[in-house]
């Protein structure tokens, strides 16, 4: 295969730092790489990521705030040592926690006075799906995954 410059298509030499017909300078273009093989290990262990995720309040004293979820355990309620603070009567001091598990995120109840409603449901603990309204006293908070 023939050399060629890619701006005219003249044939060029492969030392030569510029085409000799249009001048255009051949040196510092792209260049030619390998792809890089992985084995199946590699591939698995990168599809097995956990999604960010985000309490979106949507209703109470504090609607349009959003809190991001990490990867250590989330305190909910009305204290204000709580990471994440609901500041009404309905809200116990330290009314629920939520932490990430191999499927996502969970939240639990920690013996709080009105409890933690997901969907409608009383919960004790309870694996999170996109979408899920979150009941905490006053307030509804919208599970996503982003």
């Avoid at 500041?87 to 939520?98: F, K, P, Q, W, Y």
């Amino acid at each position: 295969m023939a050399n060629v410059c890619p701006v005219c298509n003249n044939p060029i030499d492969p030392q030569d730092a510029a085409c000799p017909q249009c001048g255009f300078k051949l040196q510092g273009s792209t260049q030619r790489f390998t792809p890089l093989t992985f084995g199946e290990d590699a591939l698995m262990s990168t599809a097995k990521t956990k999604p960010t995720a985000v309490l979106h309040v949507v209703r109470g004293p504090q609607t349009g705030v959003s809190f991001k979820l990490g990867d250590k355990r989330l305190t909910i309620g009305r204290s204000p040592q709580c990471d994440i603070f609901l500041n009404d009567m309905t809200v116990s001091r330290m009314h629920a926690s939520v932490y990430p598990c191999d499927s996502g995120y969970e939240i639990s109840d920690e013996a709080s006075f009105n409890g933690v409603w997901v969907n409608n449901n009383s919960v004790d603990t309870y694996l999170l799906a996109d979408g899920d309204v979150v009941q905490i006293g006053a307030f509804c908070l919208v599970y996503k995954e982003e």
